[in-house]
């Protein structure tokens, strides 16, 4: 992986400021991204109109549907600049001028960051680029994208005089639905309510002021008013959680510490719905509230991907520069069976490359591997769920990785993995952000806190049972600890669909023989599963399956999966709040799955 920096501007020359081939070209990329982003608005706009509906399943819909929109651009550009350049449309000369020509147009706009991406991916396709080519793309590894911002996103801001309850209550008129609010009285009062005891909590005696951003953040419907309070000395987080309930919009919860928001913007949920008129501003405003979370993951949580896998790209790049003695090596936890997983032990990432042959207990293809992959990415992960990135033609300095890793990516990985003088390359990985195995985490705290994982372990199953995912592999591997101390999960080889799952008791023996038989005396399918087994697939201590038993008990019976199962082919979403109880202001009336 090599890092080099070009400026963004460069002179035109008298034919491209005019109505030349190299002129109208850049107008095709640079028009090509307005669609695309149009597009992007028009989809993201359709959040108010679901919430309002209580539409959770068409507010899904509208994230995938949206995530697909950028390839399409894409490929639609690359279309129109066959026909307008045909056979120089692979001219490295003509390309060199498109970009300076692309990147006069874009200085000073607060998105550029957005366009010279979109330009990047053309030019990269049609060049089939490997590395970095700084004639033909725009690279700028040593800046954030946001220094240049300077401009203060769109928000509304309220002083708060000596009633806060009526603020709150102003607050929440100016943000209008086409259905009306339950009780804006009392959910004002119910806000200022938590809001003082969150500012005493912080050593603040008053709340003085309040903003919050113009545009409402859509999600697994529910609806967020994003911003921050003010006391004399600090500031902390502010965001109104609303939901739907019987065609009225009611208040639910308020998340006003740090951890709570960075749980709601973190990297294991799906994109938000925001019809941000500028993202970049937006990014740095959320950076206020988050100063620790990467651009990347907020760039790809505001439902902009492509630039969050930009931005990991450079932040990665930027790191191996700063720490050339510093070498990569095999991730913590135990040896894969599918992927070789390997990490810079300085930076929270993993790369995961697919070996050459799996274990032999494992039956599944390749492409299979790959779909189960792509379904994540595509998925409500309801903060269970590790966001995956795909690379491809990554470039690394050879000496930056240890021996005896390299020997183990040379023996095992060698169909996407090969040397090019001093450079490893690899032509396909995932890559997602590191989190401590859960069979290591158990072995390295105390009682109380492996107590707490497990049965947050237990949580996580049913979250995702909840969104339709069965894990399907229930070892403690394959589970990972976040710093904010949530379980997830995150080896995909063996995860599907709860619906195509066949929930199953445990056949009864009807003689001696079956009884002490070594071999399974019944039938068992493909899709078959056995609730009444999974503490023989846990690979954890008696006491802490005990534990998860304890609090998790119908985990166990498959009666539970088979309601759960039936409810979602019934067409019902079930809820699965990205808080906890903590911060909701009155008890939860949905019905829900315990």
């Known amino acids: 992986m090599t890092a080099q920096h070009t400026d963004t501007g460069g002179s035109m020359n008298q034919a491209d400021s005019g109505n030349s081939t190299t002129r109208r070209a850049a107008d095709l990329v640079l028009t090509g991204f307005d669609d695309y982003n149009a597009s992007f608005s028009d989809l993201s706009r359709r959040g108010k109109r679901r919430f309002e509906a209580g539409d959770r399943v068409g507010m899904r819909a509208d994230v995938v549907a949206r995530m697909e929109l950028y390839d399409a651009g894409v490929n639609e550009v690359i279309g129109r600049l066959e026909e307008l350049l045909a056979n120089r449309l692979f001219s490295r000369s003509v390309w060199k001028e498109i970009r300076k020509c692309c990147a006069r147009d874009i200085r000073g706009r607060l998105d550029a960051e957005l366009y010279k991406t979109f330009f990047n991916t053309i030019s990269r396709r049609l060049f089939k680029t490997r590395g970095v080519d700084p004639a033909i793309e725009f690279v700028a590894l040593d800046i954030q994208p ?61 709340v003085t002021s309040i903003e919050l951003l113009e545009t409402v953040f859509y999600r697994e419907g529910r609806a967020y008013l994003v911003g921050r309070a003010f006391g004399r000395e600090r500031y902390l987080p502010c965001v109104i959680a609303l939901v739907q309930e019987d065609n009225m919009v009611r208040v639910d919860a308020l998340l006003a510490r740090r951890l709570q928001l960075s749980i709601l913007f973190g990297y294991t949920f799906s994109y938000f719905l925001a019809d941000l008129p500028t993202v970049g501003d937006a990014v740095v405003f959320l950076r206020t509230l988050l100063p620790d979370k990467p651009i990347d993951e907020l760039y790809t949580v505001l439902g902009r991907a492509k630039q969050g896998k930009t931005e990991r790209y450079r932040a990665f790049v930027r790191e191996l520069l700063a720490r050339p003695e510093e070498t990569m090596v095999e991730a913590d936890g135990q040896r894969g069976m599918v992927m070789a997983v390997f990490t810079l032990p300085s930076y929270p990432l993993v790369f995961k490359l697919l070996r050459d042959r799996f274990a032999p207990v494992k039956t599944i293809r390749r492409h299979q591997v790959i779909e189960r992959y792509h379904l994540v990415q595509r998925h409500d992960r309801i903060g269970r769920l590790l966001d995956v990135q795909e690379f491809k033609d990554l470039r690394f300095p050879k ?26 390359v690899i032509r396909h990985s995932f890559v997602e952000r590191r989190v401590r195995p859960l069979d290591l985490y158990l072995k390295e705290v105390d009682e109380p806190s492996a107590h707490h994982a497990v049965m947050d372990m237990g949580q996580a199953l049913k979250d995702l049972a909840r969104s339709n995912i069965f894990a399907g592999d229930l070892l403690p591997k394959n589970f990972g600890v976040t710093r904010s101390g949530r379980v997830v999960f995150y080896d995909y080889d063996e995860l599907t669909l709860l619906t195509e799952c066949n929930f199953r008791h445990m056949p009864k023996a009807t003689n001696d023989f079956d009884l002490y038989s070594d071999e399974t005396w019944f039938h068992v399918g493909d899709n078959d599963v056995f609730p009444e087994e999974f503490p023989r697939f846990l ?40 808080y906890t109880d903590e911060a909701r202001l009155r008890p939860w009336s949905c019905s829900e799955v315990s």
């Open 539 to 578: 690979a954890m201590k008696r006491e802490l399956v005990d534990v998860l038993r304890d609090a998790h008990g119908e985990l166990f019976d498959a009666e539970w999966w088979l309601e759960v199962q039936a409810r979602i082919r019934s067409g019902e979403a079930l809820d699965v709040p990205p």
């Open 146 to 206: 946001t220094d240049r911002i300077t401009h203060p996103v769109s928000r509304h801001t309220y002083a708060v005089g000596t009633d806060l309850a009526e603020t709150f209550s102003r607050i929440l008129g100016d943000y209008e639905f086409s259905i009306p609010y339950a009780d804006i009285e009392e959910d004002g009062k119910s806000l200022a309510e938590r809001l003082r005891s969150e500012f005493l909590a912080a050593g603040e005696a008053a």
């Open 399 to 424: 000496d930056q990785f240890s021996p005896e890793l390299l020997d183990e990516l040379m023996a095992e990985c060698r169909r996407i993995v090969r040397l090019e003088d001093d450079t490893v």
